[in-house]
């Protein structure tokens, strides 16, 4: 069974551009997840997609970052404009349908790796 | 307050040797909680789960004492590929199914 994969691997871009990052989740995952890891600091949420809808979007840092998830497929994260603090390694993560009192285990990806110069 | 406190390290012990990494959690909603392992530039890969009764896989146990709010992993007979951060899991409980990370525990197996 495939992972979760996420594309690119690495990006490396000027400050004011924009970046698109994609996770494809594990297929029959309804739950999407996206973390970021700011160098030196733990990982961290950003938001939770359950099928197409955003379930949570509690950890986006503002409105320069966008999440879709179109389909109920795979996902997008975008930045626009990109900000020197943006940089770190996006994680997406995807899980099974989560049933209420339960957690399922979460499945991550190997990351984006973000420069912003 | 953190979400998720960890030693970060790092520890370095010898091959063979039992190593206990510790870690501490603030929110006493949540319901899960796990070990996960992560290895240099890659992705955070679950070692286990902890459940209230303890739980054990091979060189690998794993506590939780939901009263002080604590989780433990010890690992027995240390080996070289055990060398890895080990991150401590815990789920938001009442608010939903994020994770809460702590920032890992770096260890180190010497030959």
């Known amino acids: 069974e495939a992972g979760v994969t996420q594309f690119p691997s690495h990006s490396v871009i000027e400050k004011g551009q924009t970046v698109t990052l994609r996770c494809d989740p594990i297929s029959g995952h309804d739950n999407l997840y996206w973390y970021r890891r700011v160098m030196g600091k733990e990982i961290k949420f950003l938001l939770h997609f359950v099928k197409e809808s955003k379930q949570d979007e509690s950890g986006m840092p503002n409105n320069r970052f966008l999440a879709e998830r179109t389909g109920g497929t795979y996902s997008t994260l975008k930045v626009q404009p990109a900000e020197l603090e943006d940089s770190g390694v996006y994680f997406c993560?995807?899980?099974?349908?989560?049933?209420?009192?339960?957690?399922?285990?979460?499945?991550f990806g190997p990351g984006t790796r973000l420069t912003v110069l | 307050r953190k979400e998720v406190e960890q030693d970060p390290g790092p520890f370095n012990v010898p091959e063979g040797a039992t190593v206990a990494f510790n870690c501490t959690y603030s929110n006493s909603a949540s319901q899960s909680f796990f070990w996960y392992r992560q290895d240099c530039r890659k992705e955070p890969k679950l070692l286990m789960s902890?459940?209230?009764s303890g739980n054990e896989d091979g060189r690998f146990t794993a506590q939780l004492n939901r009263a002080s709010q604590y989780i433990s992993l010890l690992i027995r007979d240390s080996k070289l590929s055990d060398s890895a951060t080990y991150l401590c899991v815990v789920n938001s409980g009442d608010t939903g199914n994020q994770f809460y990370f702590g920032t890992g525990t770096s260890l180190t197996v010497i030959p």
């Open positions: 902890v459940y209230s």
């Open positions: 993560a995807s899980s099974q349908e989560v049933k209420t009192g339960s957690t399922d285990t979460q499945y």
